[in-house]
């Protein structure tokens, strides 16, 4: 049976005849500094690289502790037209993180049994996210930027908006109406995740555009 080491190069440099190389070593002086100037490079760019990398994506992995936020008395909403109301969608922001929801009641004639007994949504259009408006003696929303039209049960009818208007859970205690964390409906008025605007909830849509982590509430 043959040998196969004797096939095999020699480990040392001289016996392989590289420039510069030395009796009975195994690795070039330039090779061996090579090596360690590219690992000290990637072990520099890594203490700078990881934790940038790990400030912006940390916020996508955690999620939100849900917020309900009491808006007032039940017998103020009626099945027939919205209320305006000022709710806080993002806290500890002041200001900025304030929007607006328009509620009104569950009205049997239209509205499908699973939407709930109070109907909140959104006031940020699907198109790009301006604020669209409550017309009443239309029963339409409208967003000034860009045309989207929506009907009475936040539907798209008209313009470039791409899904429904988003909308808010909510709750009652002690008589009041509570307002809670925001979802997305799909054409049929099914809930999913909160997409963010332009991302279509129809067909292939969920699949096409996922819920980011942060936006599963936590219980």
């Known amino acids: 049976m043959p040998d196969r080491r004797k096939d095999r190069p020699s480990q040392y440099t001289a016996d392989r005849n590289m420039p510069g190389a030395f009796e009975g070593e195994t690795v070039t002086r330039r ?24 400030f912006a994506l940390g916020p996508v992995f955690e999620r939100q502790q849900a917020h309900w936020e ?5 017998n103020q909403f009626t099945p027939d037209t919205y209320v305006p109301k000022v709710i806080t969608q993002a806290y500890g922001i002041g200001e900025a993180g304030k929007t607006t929801a328009y509620i009104r009641a569950h009205n049997a004639s239209i509205d499908p049994p699973f939407v709930g007994s109070y109907v909140a949504l959104s006031s940020r259009c699907m198109h790009l996210g301006c604020p669209v408006r409550y017309v ?28 429904p208007l988003d909308r808010f859970a909510t709750r009652v205690r002690n008589g009041e109406l509570e307002v809670g964390p925001r979802f997305s409906v799909n054409g049929q008025l ?17 699949i096409l555009y996922p819920a980011r982590f942060d936006t599963a509430p936590k219980k």
């Not at 009443?136 to 539907?155: E, M, T």
């Not at 099914?190 to 969920?206: K, V």
């Open 31 to 54: 090779r061996l500094m090579t090596g360690v100037a590219h690992g000290a490079g990637g072990i520099a760019a890594a203490a700078f690289g990881l934790p940038a990398l790990g």
């Open 190 to 206: 099914h809930a999913f995740s909160p997409r963010d605007p332009a991302q279509f909830t129809d067909g292939i849509g969920p």
């Open 136 to 163: 009443d003696a239309a029963q339409r929303f409208i967003c000034p930027c860009h045309g989207g039209v929506y009907d009475f049960l936040g539907k798209v009818v008209g313009g470039p908006p791409v899904r």
């Open 70 to 74: 009491s808006i007032g008395s039940v």
